[in-house]
């Protein structure tokens, strides 16, 4: 199976920076699209940022210009670094993963546990 683990969270006052890390390790054959989503208190999971194999990107309309996701396709990683940080983006942030793994045929979304963004003066 694929094992995600990610870091970067905490908290910050409006206006600033956090980068999020995601990294990926197991039983991995491909890595397909890579992304981060988030979920705060009494909402549903929302698409953030993702990113394909080759690079081309999506953002939320919300983080547009704001957020920046990237990938190291050696390193089986995907960070995302936001930027001008605002108190609605508050909530737990999970990285996701469309792969295929050597011991499960098909392909899965795999999920890390998530990590906590705080956005509070």
């Known amino acids: 199976q694929v094992q995600l683990v990610e870091s970067g969270g905490g908290l910050v006052q409006p206006g600033g920076s956090l980068r999020l890390s995601c990294a990926a390790s197991?039983?991995?054959?491909?890595?397909?699209?890579m992304g981060w989503y988030r979920q705060a208190p009494g909402k549903q999971r929302e698409l953030v940022a993702a990113?394909?194999?080759?690079?081309?990107?999506n953002y939320a309309d919300s983080v547009k210009g704001r957020f920046t996701i990237s990938r190291d396709n050696a390193k089986n990683t995907v960070d995302l670094r936001m930027n001008s940080l605002k108190p609605e983006d508050t909530a737990v942030y999970y990285c996701?993963?469309?792969?295929?793994?050597?011991?499960?045929?098909?392909?899965?979304?795999?999920w890390g546990q998530g990590t906590q963004v705080t956005v509070s003066s």
């Open positions: 996701n993963v469309d792969a295929k793994s050597t011991v499960v045929s098909g392909r899965y979304d795999y």
């Open positions: 990113i394909t194999s080759g690079g081309s990107t």
């Open positions: 197991g039983s991995i054959f491909r890595l397909y699209a």
